[in-house]
Nanobody, 115 residues
């Protein structure tokens, strides 16, 4: 059973920045792709950013140029740097480890962008 522990959420004003972290209890983390999803109230969960085991990245159109996903395999950690935050970025953010079996999910961290 893999555990994903997220941190770094909070409240920030529009235009501000936050960095989310997700640490995995998985010795094979370095060969796994990792994703960040978010879910706003009343909306479906959506994929925000993805990073392959080789470091290739992909982003939702809504966050391109503002968010950066990265990983530190020595720390079993994936990050989401969020800049130029907008009120519409308000959501619970989840890290996700897809596998051939069950996907693993973190507990979620709240990000609120409000003045």
């Amino acid at each position: 059973q893999v555990q994903l522990v997220e941190s770094g959420g909070g409240m920030v004003q529009p235009g501000g920045s936050l960095r989310l972290s997700c640490t995995a209890s998985d010795a094979t983390f370095s060969i796994k792709a990792m994703n960040w999803y978010r879910q706003a109230p009343g909306k479906q969960r959506e994929l925000v950013a993805a990073i392959s085991r080789g470091g290739y990245t992909n982003y939702a159109d809504s966050v391109k140029g503002r968010f950066t996903i990265s990983r530190d395999n020595a720390k079993n950690t994936v990050y989401l740097q969020m800049n130029s935050l907008k009120p519409e970025d308000t959501a619970v953010y989840y890290c996700n480890m897809p596998t051939l079996g069950p996907d693993y999910w973190g507990q979620g961290t709240q990000v609120t962008v409000s003045s």
